[in-house]
């Protein structure tokens, strides 16, 4: 048997904004785009990588959530501590000089890690927390 990771979910607060970092930054493929307004549900993904996916959804939207716990998703989303990814590349300093060039939030420069990665982090539009890391 083999398992896989096929889809991570981030939320999103502007669908437009989220495109342009992970699309247009990122370079990652839109594979789905559902939905209209702020209720959309974006699939992007890595050119070559066709099984692995991050679906940005609109926060909160659970029927099952109360306002308390609404309130604090969207109040966890804004200190940036509510989600979060990590991805690798091969060229970790050109790709956070091309992150840092566009003005997004850097939370880490590219450091080594006394658990022997080097890496940075950052923040997309909606304060979701990206681990980029040098991959072999």
């Given at each position: 048997?083999?398992?896989?990771?096929?889809?991570?979910?981030?939320?999103?607060?502007?669908?437009?904004?989220?495109?342009?970092?992970?699309?247009?930054?990122?370079?990652?493929?839109?594979?789905?785009d559902v939905?209209?307004?702020?209720?959309r549900w974006i699939t992007v993904g890595p050119a070559g990588q066709p099984d692995t996916a991050i679906v940005l959804t609109p926060p909160a939207v659970d029927p099952g959530l109360s306002e308390a716990e609404r309130q604090?998703?969207?109040?966890?989303m804004a200190k940036g501590t509510y989600a979060g990814i990590n991805l690798a590349t091969d060229d970790l300093d050109g790709f956070f000089e091309r992150v840092q060039a566009s003005g997004a939030d850097v939370a880490q420069e590219p450091i080594e890690q006394p658990?022997?990665?080097?890496?940075?982090?950052?923040?997309?539009?909606?304060?979701?927390?990206?681990?980029?890391?040098q991959s072999s």
């Open positions: 048997m083999t398992i896989t990771i096929h889809s991570s979910f981030l939320p999103h607060t502007d669908p437009e904004a989220s495109l342009a970092f992970y699309r247009d930054l990122l370079g990652f493929e839109v594979r789905l939905g209209s307004g702020t209720m604090a998703i969207t109040e966890m658990y022997g990665l080097r890496d940075c982090a950052f923040r997309d539009p909606s304060g979701n927390m990206v681990r980029v890391q």
